[in-house]
């Protein structure tokens, strides 16, 4: 996911492994981010959220890549997690967090066995079990009530029928109905979970590394919606008090984590102070000015392209790295304008990449991107429907297209964004320079708080709309399928993540079939690639950048790592402050 803002490096979990330091401010290149001496005990850390709120802090309704890295690292564990490394095999492994090892499979990954670990507990003390881990993943099938989450990879894989309405039959542990099937493919023995699928899930094990969305969960209190921003912690800190939307929450130690159960987190502050609602110029002011709490402050904000020049001023604590995530644009398929293939062209034709990315930062900010698909993982091909329009767009070729849309012309259209910076806004009028020039009218609207949970309405009011994705893990088939797959993201009350609400129908639907069929990893790479390139041709979305993470942290934090296991962000496992 998930996900980003331009300039805000809000992301979805994404492939690790394609990390790598971009240069910036050390001689041998390598600025990927290691400073601040060794972290010890105590202290109070500090994390800047900014103005892009938190949408979810339940686990299974949770796909921003900041909110699932930090939530790992802090309070929420899984049956398995990665390793604080920024090695690209070893940070990308899983490793046993709340089972015994990582899994046992007896039939090729039909099936998976994990077994508790013993004194692992809730924050009030409580055992974790078998069943609060059953109960957790059968809340993903609740789509009326848990919505925004990675659910569609159990829609895939879980061993239960489709219905009608092309959803499992299963719908969850608030209504039960179909509960019997769930039971048979779920299934607790004394501690030990077993979870049958329909298919070979050969990397079943990655996929509950990197998304919390088969955390554990506990049946006598859940809310439901309501418990959006609860959190039941597992790990070594827990909510001091409530969380609340725009100003953040307190985190204390959880007296029943016990360190020697967790062979990843460090938890060296005593506290952590979460803060929503300063712009990213105002963070990063206090950031390069390195006085009062800024100090002991870290971000997954971005430096803003104005300040970039003062990142000298910085010293070490400036680090550079290419995220694995990629932004694009998609034309919403319930919109009267865009329902017309040729209206979705003459988009495409105009849409001025070069201008994106210049408005956003220059190449110190952004590579210009050819996919959906992020060039780091298997099966990235450059996508031959994108070629025509260049980086900077064809007007002359737009206007052709566009004088056989249907629409009335100027072509009225709205693009939603996420805003609320002046570099996003830039990037939005750039973009609308572009299309208005080949005789589109857009009218720009920001979203400058909650973004996901709005464009994720399948009736929601834009055209046009912008997302940010990397891979959940080293594959092809969580890009396409988790964006693209009809059969998995539309529902009455979300589209998932197809926020552009595209149907592929019966064709794409085989393609995405075969893909995940065929046993030989390449022969699927080179399928995933052939169902982008059809998406290609639809217009299904248009591509911008491959963004670029530029961040500075407090002079007091110590042990710092942007690490691959955390998707460049800052690994708050291992991290520590100055007393």
Not at 32 to 48: D, M, P, R, V, Y
Not at 297 to 326: I, M
Not at 411 to 438: C, E, N
Request: charged share 25%; net charge negative.
């Amino acid at each position: 996911m998930a996900f980003k803002k331009p300039l805000a490096a809000v992301a979805a979990t994404a492939l690790a492994a394609t990390l790598a330091a971009c240069g910036g401010g050390s001689d041998d290149g390598d600025n990927s981010g290691s400073s601040g001496g060794k972290a010890e005990k105590g202290g109070n850390a500090i994390f800047l959220v900014g103005v892009r709120n938190v949408e979810h802090w339940d686990p299974q309704r949770m796909y921003i890549g900041r909110d699932l890295n930090n939530s790992g690292r802090l309070f929420y564990r899984s049956l398995v997690a990665l390793p604080a490394s920024n090695d690209p095999v070893e940070g990308t492994t899983p490793v046993p967090d709340l089972a015994t090892d990582t899994g046992t499979t007896t039939d090729g990954g039909k099936s998976w066995s994990f077994t508790v670990k013993d004194g692992v507990k809730w924050e009030d003390g409580k055992d974790i079990t078998c069943e609060d881990f059953k109960y957790g993943a059968s809340r993903n099938f609740a789509t009326d009530v848990i919505i925004g989450g990675p659910a569609n990879y159990l829609f895939t894989y879980l061993d239960i029928p489709t219905g009608d309405d092309g959803l499992p039959q299963y719908k969850g542990p608030y209504t039960k109905k179909g509960q019997d099937l769930y039971d048979k493919a779920v299934t607790c023995d004394g501690k030990t979970i077993t979870y049958r699928f329909k298919k070979a899930w050969p990397d079943f094990a990655n996929s509950i590394a990197q998304l919390r969305y088969m955390d554990p969960y506990r049946e006598d209190l859940d809310k439901g919606d309501a418990n959006n921003f609860v959190i039941i912690s597992n790990g070594p800190y827990k909510l001091d008090g409530t969380w609340k939307e725009g100003t953040g929450g307190k985190f204390v130690r959880n007296e029943n984590w016990d360190a020697s159960t967790d062979t990843i987190r460090k938890a060296y502050p005593d506290t952590w102070d979460f803060r929503e609602g300063d712009t990213d110029e105002a963070i990063y002011e206090q950031l390069l000015a390195d006085s009062g709490d800024a100090q002991y402050s870290v971000t997954e904000r971005r430096l803003p392209p104005a300040l970039f020049t003062r990142k000298d001023e910085a010293g070490d604590r400036y680090t550079q790295v290419e995220s694995p995530y990629v932004d694009y644009v998609l034309p919403n398929f319930n919109s009267p304008v865009f329902k017309d293939a040729n209206c979705r062209e003459a988009l495409k034709l105009a849409t001025d990449r070069a201008a994106w990315i210049k408005a956003g930062g220059g190449p110190e900010y952004f590579k210009a991107a050819d996919s959906v698909i992020n060039p780091g993982v298997p099966g990235y091909k450059s996508n031959p429907a994108f070629e025509a329009m260049g980086e900077s767009g064809d007007q002359t070729a737009a206007k052709a297209a566009l004088d056989k849309c249907a629409a009335p012309k100027p072509v009225k259209i709205k693009f939603t964004y996420s805003g609320g910076t002046p570099t996003s806004d830039k990037q939005a009028s750039a973009l609308k320079a572009g299309w208005d020039a080949a005789g589109f009218q857009t009218e720009l609207d920001p979203l400058e708080d909650t973004y996901y949970s709005v464009i994720q309405k399948p009736d929601a009011d834009f055209d046009v709309t912008w997302g940010g994705w990397g891979a959940d893990w080293s594959s092809a088939g969580t890009v396409i399928p988790p964006l693209f797959d009809s059969r998995i993201n539309l529902t009455g009350d979300s589209n998932g993540n197809d926020y552009g609400n595209y149907k592929g129908g019966p064709e794409v639907n085989q393609m995405i079939d075969d893909a995940y069929a065929e046993p030989d990893l390449d022969a699927a790479a080179d399928k995933w690639a052939a169902v982008d390139a059809k998406l290609g041709q639809d217009v299904a979305y248009i591509p911008l950048e491959i963004t670029i993470f530029n961040f500075v942290h407090g002079g007091k934090i110590t042990g710092y790592e942007n690490n691959v296991s955390v998707n460049g962000y800052a690994d708050l496992a291992v991290l520590g402050v100055a007393k």
